[in-house]
């Protein structure tokens, strides 16, 4: 058996949802639970927005002292940090289970995973990069943000059931107790900078440059989608290992950053590509290159579409109103506060010069 199973409060329930059907219509035979960082006795969701997914909220998984890991992260590192306590207590709960997959809930996956499948029964590890090749410029992502965020994607991670996996997961629940944090001045960006070390910690990791796994905006520039006369998406592209042209299926897409409520726009965490045609706004400015038919991906647009209308379906707008009942309103300290007025003459500078 092989369970699957994302991570997010009842607003994301909507992209929890969408993951669930493309799994099930995908990969029947895994198991797929929905970690839910809240708590449905407070939401007391309607019949017709609750999942049709097994939920397993997180003060039921045993996380020590969960209260006050809630106080120190906000709702983004509070979901990534409880991830490896998942992963344990899949472990614990399923002893029997012979991997486990997580899945950012902004993902959608498009064929049965047999490479992965097979990939589990070899390897403890499979993470991936999120590049195999350079990036092209130095719009947003580039090279350097990645050096900022990790080399790794972490809305993706296999673990085969063996006692390497489970030597990772404790390792990295140690970690995360106190340092998911993001805070790039500290070198810490949530769970995935941690897992920088995995290749190097653990024995039996494989960094997977499969082209169809986790397809998202950071690796638009070395991939590019089309469909075959069956209908199926396929990936064309390069490694920089293997520069030769690649064509494989599309395994799975990761959505992050994607709004349905902004549809024209690939991701508000990137500035290299656009949606042709479009007036493109990030932040109420337009694309840099949004004229440019070199930056526009066509190519791309029909699996944002097909997205936005499975979240829909899937009550997002309704979805999006459930405040996340660990999450307390942040609190803005006096550094902070000075550290800002300080750097805004710059950042009014910056802004100034690329206007021009």
């Known amino acids: 058996m092989t369970l699957a199973f994302t991570i997010c409060s009842i607003n994301y329930l909507a992209q929890a949802r969408t993951l669930g059907d493309s799994l099930r ?52 590192e509070l979901n990534t940090a409880v991830k490896p306590f998942y992963i344990d207590y899949l472990y614990q709960t399923y002893p029997d289970a012979s ?45 350097q943000h990645h050096l900022n965020t990790g080399i790794f994607n972490l809305g993706f991670i296999g673990l085969r059931n063996d006692a390497t996996a489970h030597q990772f997961v404790n390792w990295w629940k140690d970690r995360l107790v106190y340092e998911c944090r993001i805070d790039l001045c500290e070198g810490l960006f949530v769970d995935q900078h941690w897992v920088n070390f995995a290749p190097v910690y653990f024995n039996n990791v494989l960094i997977d440059h499969h082209l169809g796994y986790n397809m998202a905006y950071w690796n ?94 899937n009550q997002n707008e309704l979805y999006r109103q459930y405040p996340c009942v660990y999450i307390k309103p942040p609190k803005v300290f006096r550094y902070q506060r000075v550290r800002k007025l300080l750097k805004l003459p710059f950042n009014k500078l910056i802004t100034l010069l690329e206007s021009r």
């Open 220 to 313: 638009l520039h070395e991939r590019f989608i089309s469909q075959t006369d069956a209908g199926n998406w396929v990936v064309s592209g390069e490694r920089a290992s293997t520069p030769a042209q690649q064509t494989e299926p599309l395994q799975f897409f990761h959505f992050s950053g994607y709004n349905p409520d902004k549809p024209d726009e690939i991701s508000k965490y990137q500035t290299r590509y656009s949606f042709p045609n479009k007036s493109n706004q990030t932040g109420g400015k337009p694309y840099r290159f949004a004229d440019k038919p070199e930056q526009q991906r066509p190519d791309v647009r029909p699996l944002f579409d097909l997205y936005r209308n499975q979240l829909l379906a």
């Open 99 to 143: 991997a486990v997959i997580y899945f950012d809930p902004d993902i959608i996956v498009f064929q049965p995973l047999n490479e992965l499948n097979e990939a589990l029964t070899r390897h403890s590890l499979v993470l991936t990069p999120h590049t195999c090749s350079p990036t092209p410029d130095w719009e947003r992502p580039n090279e």
């Open 25 to 76: 219509q995908t990969n029947p035979d895994y198991q797929y639970i929905i970690g839910l960082v809240d708590k449905l006795s407070v939401a007391n969701l309607p019949a017709e927005l609750v999942p049709d997914y097994p939920m397993l909220e997180v003060d039921k998984i045993g996380i020590p002292d969960f209260a006050a890991m809630c106080d120190r992260y906000d709702i983004t």
